[in-house]
């Protein structure tokens, strides 16, 4: 994937010739915050693999940086706004439309906000969800409590007709959507059927994935949250496994293709000892699969803690056959299946165990956020607002390097990000666990189901929009 071309150009809904209301410096030097020009950039790849080959300064390396312009494109006193939020839970939604809702208002003057609830079906007459009329004092306290204030569904996305025709009769001229990458490719075939009827609306989004599978982003809001909760969680199991006679402490955390969320608790706890996730294969049964390592580990120390994403091992399991309102296949229970299966184990054995299983999926998507986590929401909205208000479109924003950016949606969803195995970050938590490089029996073919799962990941965003 790192030899693939992507153009990280940010379309336009035409020249900016309003000074904005926002007073700033165009002057570097004079101690006064600075307006960001459409001509400042942060490079893609700073990884620097071979020296006798050039840094690429074009569309495909240059990411167009975040933030309030001199000159915008919007009149603020005739914009008319509107927000939505799609998908499951995430630490974060609400400090992101609180930070949108007080920019539009107490920064560029923007009176008329609606919210639509429960998803794209606000959207839908049918529904019966009228649009809430969103001010900077209502949403005041939102961030103080999980959720969502304006409501969340999944599906409704390919109704893409149908949600412009709303945002038409409602006359919004920018749309703010909040999910994750099914809802982000929707964004995009709206931006481009409001374009297609002429229609002067930013649609930007505001990435949001729990997983953190998003391509290019340092990370997205709430998952730094939903560290902190499985870190928690960790230690709880540990305690319980420490103190009991061959104790077992095993927890499932989200992640349906992406181990981020374990790998980081694993890291973050230093009390795990087994990281269970979706890009690394494993094998229950023969002496390099995970129940012999599991039993030689309890012969050892006496106690062992498990994390495991939701998504991992999934060959392992029945296919449930079933998918979701977005169109994401549901998975089989890797939690419930381990359990039985170690239960299983050393009952055959005749070896007593205390196992203890915690699954806190859903406690961890409503929580609200940690410090970091707000501050980055906060941030993220401020940027989101800035950019629609320049008339930037098809578009998210992101952290790249630590820099906030606009990012093309068709380039952020082409793929979704994962641990890499050879990466830093699955060595480390290698390091961390202690657990063998692969508990498989047959490394050959564990190595070609991990090779077929990379070449699946390319082509899966195509094959799944219109479920989207």
């Given at each position: 994937m790192s030899e693939e071309?992507?153009?990280?150009?940010i379309d336009n809904l035409g020249p900016c010739t309003i000074p904005s209301p926002i007073k700033l410096s165009t002057v570097h030097g004079d101690y006064t915050a600075n307006y960001v020009s459409d001509d400042s950039y942060v490079i893609s790849n700073v990884n620097v693999f071979d020296k006798t080959k050039p840094v690429v300064l074009d569309s495909s390396n240059l990411m167009e940086k975040a933030g309030p312009r001199e000159k915008i494109y919007f009149d603020p006193t005739h914009a008319k706004a509107g927000i939505c939020t799609c998908g499951g839970l995430c630490p974060g939604l609400n400090d992101v439309i609180r930070a949108i809702v007080r920019c539009l208002n107490t920064r560029y003057g923007v009176k008329t906000i609606k919210g639509y609830q429960y998803g794209f079906r606000g959207f839908f007459p049918e529904s019966g969800y009228e649009p809430l009329?969103?001010?900077?004092y209502?949403?005041?306290e939102i961030?103080?409590?999980g959720g969502t204030y304006l409501g969340t569904s999944r599906g409704g996305g390919q109704r893409v007709s149908e949600i412009v025709d709303c945002i038409e009769r409602d006359g919004i001229n920018m749309l703010f959507i909040l999910g994750g990458d099914g809802t982000q490719r929707g964004s995009y075939d709206i931006a481009c059927e409001v374009e297609k009827r002429g229609l002067k609306c930013?649609?930007?989004g505001v990435p949001?994935?729990?997983?953190?599978d998003l391509m290019f982003i340092d990370r997205s809001f709430g998952f730094e949250t939903a560290v902190q909760r499985a870190k928690e969680t960790v230690a709880a199991v540990h305690m319980e496994a420490a103190s009991q006679i061959n104790g077992i402490g095993l927890v499932k955390l989200m992640g349906r293709e992406a181990g981020f969320i374990a790998a980081a608790a694993a890291l973050s706890s230093h009390e795990t000892n087994f990281c269970l996730i979706p890009e690394v294969p494993f094998e229950m049964e023969g002496e390099h699969g995970f129940l012999a390592c599991l039993e030689r580990r309890l012969a050892k120390r006496g106690h062992a803690v498990i994390v495991v994403s939701e998504g991992a091992g999934q060959d392992l399991l029945q296919a449930t056959g079933a998918t979701d309102a977005s169109g994401n296949k549901k998975l089989s229970d890797i939690g419930v299946f381990l359990k039985s299966e170690i239960e299983k184990y050393f009952k055959a054995k005749n070896i007593e165990i205390n196992l203890k299983y915690i699954d806190p999926s859903y406690q961890v998507r409503a929580s609200v956020t940690t410090a970091s986590d707000s501050i980055y929401c906060e941030r993220l909205g401020n940027n989101a607002v800035h950019a629609a208000m320049a008339g930037k479109t098809k578009c998210v924003i992101g952290l790249v390097h630590d820099k906030f950016v606009h990012l093309p949606i068709k380039a952020v969803t082409a793929h979704?990000?994962?641990?890499?195995p050879e990466g830093s970050l699955w060595r480390d938590t290698l390091d961390a666990t202690g657990q063998p490089i692969l508990m498989v029996n047959d490394?050959?073919?564990a190595l070609e189901k991990m090779a077929a799962a990379v070449a699946g990941a390319k082509s899966k965003p195509s094959e799944q929009k219109k479920g989207k």
């Open positions: 071309k992507f153009d990280f150009t009329e969103l001010d900077r209502l949403i005041d961030h103080k409590i930013a649609v930007v949001k994935t729990v997983d953190n979704r990000n994962a641990v890499d490394k050959d073919k």
